[in-house]
């Protein structure tokens, strides 16, 4: 969807694009823990139906589940600290001036 705006250099043509699901789910993750709750949040957001959304938050929980992990290690005399695990991505680029390849 776009729009058109009348400015004094003339006319700006602005691009809207809405929210998708993945990202309604997103900010609910953000705002609380219960999927319950979250597909409510993501459903309101979005105008769509309940039942749809609740199938996407499960779906989603099920994968964020596995990719983001904690590890709890027991520290000297039981106590715990947490270490979370995260996956970083390392950009290389293929035409590097500094190593000339």
């Not at 409510?40 to 039942?51: C, F, Q």
């Given at each position: ?14 691009r ?17 823990d ?13 105008g ?54």
């Amino acid at each position: 969807m776009s729009a058109d705006w009348n400015t004094k250099y003339g006319t700006r043509r602005v691009r809207h694009d809405p929210p998708t699901l993945d990202e309604a789910i997103f900010a609910a993750v953000g705002i609380t823990d219960d999927q319950a709750q979250q597909a409510e949040i993501a459903a309101a957001l979005m105008g769509m139906p309940l039942e749809i959304v609740q199938a996407e938050v499960k779906k989603q929980a099920r994968a964020n589940s596995r990719i983001t992990a904690t590890r709890v290690i027991a520290g000297e005399q039981g106590s715990q600290r947490s270490v979370v695990v995260e996956r970083r991505v390392v950009r290389r680029f293929g035409n590097d001036k500094r190593t000339g390849t």
